[in-house]
């Protein structure tokens, strides 16, 4: 048996082939696996639970039923998808975590999440997060007509893709430090995250033990996906599990 792990699969109208995709590997793929794991902006925006423009309604029913089918179902917030609530949860079946969840893995510890807040060079990104991560303000925001939701987001999505084409590489990318830090916090030695779309597993010493880093790919090209099982693990795609 085995655990299954996606990330950034942005689900999103505009791509109906991805769409497709992720929809099949849940009623086939994912169907036999003991658990699966998604971790962050599993769509591409979700302005509240009752944020129903395609393709939430089929991924959610497609969700539900893998769930009430007995396979669990965890989800992590991402910085797309962050307004992922309860109803959602109770509709999908769903299980939302925290920000950063230690889970064990046929007897391997390892702590999973999106992987933004490792990105700390990115000090805008961080205030910006700290902001929509706030309680209150999200009360604020989801008490607003979708419409005017809509319009903000919209609004917000532009001068982050502005602010994004001015910034330097590395800074999109997690720092050192963030993740001996997080490792170190959690006493664990195996990451699993994604949110940089930069798939990879990166093996390294931390305070004189092995330690691994495994960064899920996105889906807009790649449908990336990790497989973990008493033998191990493998980072590939769909055709791969
Ligand atoms: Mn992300």
């Known amino acids: 048996m085995r655990t299954l792990f996606v990330s950034d699969v942005h689900l999103n109208s505009a791509r109906a082939g991805i769409v497709k995709a992720f929809l099949e590997f849940l009623d086939q793929k994912a169907r036999h696996a003991d658990a699966l794991f998604i ?24 969700l539900a039923a893998l769930t009430a089918s007995g396979l669990p179902v965890s989800v992590v917030h991402g910085n797309h998808d962050f307004l992922l609530g309860k109803r959602f949860a109770a509709r999908s079946g769903c299980t939302l975590l925290g920000d ?65 084409a001015l910034k330097p590489d590395d800074i999109m990318d997690v720092t050192a430090e963030a993740v001996d830090a997080m490792l170190r916090r959690h006493g664990v030695r195996h990451l699993i995250h ?31 996906v990790l497989v973990w099982d008493q033998a191990g693990y493998r980072l590939g795609r769909i055709a791969d599990v």
């Open 39 to 62: 971790l962050g902006d599993l769509f591409d925006e979700w302005l509240g639970d009752d944020d129903d423009k395609a393709p939430h309604p089929e991924v959610c029913d497609a």
């Open 194 to 224: 994604g949110h940089t779309h930069r798939p990879a597993i990166h093996d390294f010493v931390l305070d004189g033990e092995r330690a691994t880093r495994i960064v899920l790919g996105d889906w807009y090209e790649q449908d990336s």
């Open 100 to 164: 950063h969840t230690v889970i064990d893995l046929y007897g391997t510890p390892a702590l999973i999440m999106h992987g933004d807040t490792l990105c700390t060079r990115d000090v805008k990104y961080q205030t910006f997060r700290k902001v929509t991560r706030n309680v209150l303000l999200q009360k604020l925001f989801l008490s607003m007509s979708l419409a005017k939701r809509a319009e903000r987001a919209a609004s917000i999505r532009s001068q982050s893709k502005q602010d994004v």
